[in-house]
């Protein structure tokens, strides 16, 4: 049997009067006439079927009933303001926001934002870098993409990379690696936060005489590539960062041993609560460019 609720205006008069201790003051913050909210709150008490406020000659004054009863109601609007809020609010009105690491923006985004910008319908969207893989605010972001498995409770996962990872360096230093072994010779340039990393490589390339923690470490690849390429060290490239570089040939890849990892790029929006509603487009534009990388590389 479905139980019966109080009117919400009735609630909302009664929240004022108590809030205030005034019939008057409430129908004045609600542009009502003091009687209306006088009405409203003896209609929730023949409801309740109890006294709410004392009523004073010049005053009123909470029952003990109304004074248990005012902070259930306070939090109830305060959770439907909130929830009002969360799929209705100001941010479906701005531009929708786009977080994303500081190096996948620059080398997988911002390449491919030319087949966005062609597109006629196309809304316009703000991209935030970052380095780490900071929670979620649904204050601040819209979409999020993070590196890892795919695995994110409380989020729709649409993953943007399948990745490979092989050492990449400058062509000066190509000529002097033939093995894995040879890194040993070499300054290894580590990228922080991800689970593969050289450890992964030289255990699959048999580079067993190599230090695998040793070296220079980034928090991010736009640091190691850079360094990599001014000759100073050999950087572990990821299919999905290093593309520019080697197309460039300011890196080259100096070993032919390619490993494929598990990890990778995933396109993170919430699975509860309002979708901004430029979120679809720009959503499926980034899962559609992942489509057409994983079908050149025939994954």
Partial sequence: MVQRLPSLSWLRAFEAAARHLSFTHAAEELFLTQAAISKQVKLLEQFLREPLFERKPRSLVLTKVGAAYLPKVQDSFERLRAGTQEVFGNRRRELLTLRAPVGFSVNWIAPRLAHYLEQANGPPFR?????????????????????????????????????????????????????????????????????????????????????????????????????????????????????????????????????????????????????????????????????????????
Wanted: hydrophobic share 50%.
């Fill in 127 to 299: 991209i935030i870098s970052t380095v780490w893989n900071e929670d979620f605010d649904k204050e601040r972001f819209d979409l999020d993409i993070r590196y890892g498995t795919g695995n994110w409770a409380g989020f729709r996962a649409d993953r943007l990379s399948w990745e490979t990872v092989s050492p990449v360096c400058a062509p000066q230093m190509a000529a002097r690696l033939t093995d894995a072994n040879d890194l040993a010779a070499e300054r290894l340039l580590h990228v922080m936060g991800y689970q593969d990393g050289w450890a992964t490589w030289l255990a699959a390339a048999g580079g067993l005489r190599v230090d695998a923690g040793a070296g220079l470490h980034f928090d991010n690849s736009l640091m190691a590539f850079a360094v990599a390429a001014q000759g100073q060290g050999v950087a572990l490239g990821r299919s999905s960062m290093v593309g520019a570089e080697l197309a460039s040939g300011r890196l080259v890849q100096p070993f032919s041993k390619v490993i494929t990892i598990d990890e990778a790029f995933y396109l993170l929006s919430p699975s509860s609560g309002g979708e901004h509603p430029d979120a679809a487009p720009v959503r499926d534009w980034l899962v559609a460019e992942a489509a057409l990388v994983a079908a050149l590389a025939q994954i």
